[in-house]
């Protein structure tokens, strides 16, 4: 399971891709298939997150890497390639880099 933190230093890539509803389901497919058969097996990978918007306009994605060099390999891998040329024909493609600031979560209640 993945446990967000901020003390491992990680990059984090927030990847939202605006598409039509009706070729939603096809682009989550397709994540799925180049998260799985590809990306997951890159060095430098830690984990990724598929969120779909219930709109059906947009879908994210959360992935961790140990560094940008890491996903840079990624992206210019021959075998993801392929992968995220389909994307880019099925969506527009709106991506971030950020780093982990803060954690939130909710307070212990008193027994």
Do not use: C
């Amino acid at each position: 399971m993945m446990k967000i933190t901020k003390e491992r230093k990680l990059i984090t890539f927030i990847n939202v891709f605006n598409v039509d509803p009706e070729k939603q389901q096809q682009l989550v497919n397709l994540l799925i298939q180049a998260t799985e058969s590809s990306v997951r097996h890159v060095p430098g990978f830690i984990s990724a997150t598929l969120h779909r918007s219930l709109d059906g306009a947009k879908v994210a994605m959360y992935a961790q890497w140990r560094s940008i060099e890491d996903y840079q390999a990624m992206r210019a891998n021959a075998t993801a390639l392929p992968f995220m040329q389909q994307a880019l024909a099925l969506a527009k493609f709106d991506p971030g880099m950020y780093e982990v600031i803060e954690i939130f979560e909710p307070l212990p209640k008193d027994s």
